[in-house]
């Protein structure tokens, strides 16, 4: 099992930045893809960047340029910087683990929100 703790949210101008925090409650080499989501009310959840236990990365388009989701094995965690901020960034962000055995098992954090407003 895994618990995930985000920080970091919170209220910004356009343009702006946040960085969000994902502390796991074990080694994240253990875990095979870490990532954060987004989900606005009325809306599916959507996913905005990943990076797998072997250092793979991918993002959304819409964040392509602006974000950099990166890790620091010492303290499991895993960031998400995010620049250049735009309104339609406005969200709660999840911090999802994935975790295989002998099926997969997907974890959430409890979210944090993020509002990118004037």
């Known amino acids: 099992q895994v618990q995930l703790v985000e920080s970091g949210g919170g209220l910004v101008q356009p343009g702006g930045s946040l960085r969000l925090s994902c502390a796991a409650s074990r080694s994240i080499f253990s875990i095979l893809l870490m990532g954060w989501y987004r989900q606005v009310p009325g809306n599916e959840r959507e996913l905005v960047a990943t990076i797998t236990s072997g250092g793979t990365i991918n993002y959304a388009e819409s964040v392509k340029g602006r974000f950099t989701i990166s890790r620091d094995s010492a303290k499991n965690t895993v960031y998400l910087q995010m620049n250049s901020l735009k309104p339609e960034d406005t969200a709660a962000y999840y911090c999802?683990?994935?975790?295989?055995?002998?099926?997969?098992?997907?974890?959430w954090g409890q979210g944090t929100q993020v509002t990118v407003s004037s």
């Open positions: 999802n683990a994935v975790v295989v055995s002998t099926k997969r098992y997907d974890y």
